[in-house]
């Protein structure tokens, strides 16, 4: 029998839904209010929904302070929003980064398309950057629904590039279960917060 998540409220909106579902916060020794994504900082843990509203609602009600029964610092929302922002970017970044490390990313539409068709029974996933020409992000994205395999856009070209060591790049094929597997997890979470389509109880 599988083991059930354990349930946590969030301090926002007061529904209960399982902890994976939620963003956990701890407190730096000085008093800020800092997002632990990973759920693994030591500490007394306050939870939210992954929504801006909630994380809006905790901190304009005080709920942080209250939950923490201390006087907590760095709660402006939209700052907030921002930081948790940036965490996810970058939690999604560092599994780009060890799949390049680990031979599991192609990138360049002529060899992303080769692998799109060559290899259409491995798990992928096809990252295209923000900023990609229309022509190229339509045609790789016809491409991929062709070979059923999910397509994202996310970062610019720039950002792209650097996270590969490499000159920009505008179209990114990742392989491999594992990193397949964490990449949409990720990307999945990220857009729920972007959409405030979190737990709903």
């Known amino acids: 029998m599988a083991k059930e998540s354990p349930r946590r409220t969030c301090v926002g909106c007061r529904s209960a839904c399982d902890k994976d579902e939620l963003i956990r916060f701890v407190l730096a020794p000085d008093g800020t209010l800092v997002p632990d994504l990973m759920q693994k900082l030591p500490g007394r843990g306050v939870y939210t929904c992954l929504k801006e509203d ?18 907590v610092q760095g709660v402006d929302p939209e ?24 031979g599991k990313i192609v990138s360049g539409s002529d060899m992303v398309g080769e692998v799109l068709k060559k290899y259409k029974d ?16 339509n045609r ?56 405030g389509e979190g737990c709903a109880g």
């Open 54 to 71: 909630c994380i809006r609602q905790a901190c304009e009600r005080k709920q942080f302070s209250r939950a923490f029964k201390t006087d």
């Open 79 to 102: 700052a907030l929003r921002d930081r948790i922002r940036a965490v996810m970017e970058d939690r999604i970044g560092s599994y780009i980064s060890l799949a390049n490390k680990a």
């Open 122 to 137: 491995t798990p992928k996933i096809l990252l295209l950057a923000s900023d990609v020409s229309e022509d190229i992000g």
């Open 140 to 195: 790789m994205r016809c491409l991929a629904t062709h070979c059923g395999v999910e397509s994202v856009t996310l970062f610019d070209k720039e950002r792209y590039g650097a996270l590969l060591g490499k000159s920009p790049r505008s179209v990114v094929a990742v392989q491999g279960q594992g990193f397949v597997d964490k990449l949409k997890m990720e990307i999945t979470r990220y857009r729920n917060f972007l959409r």
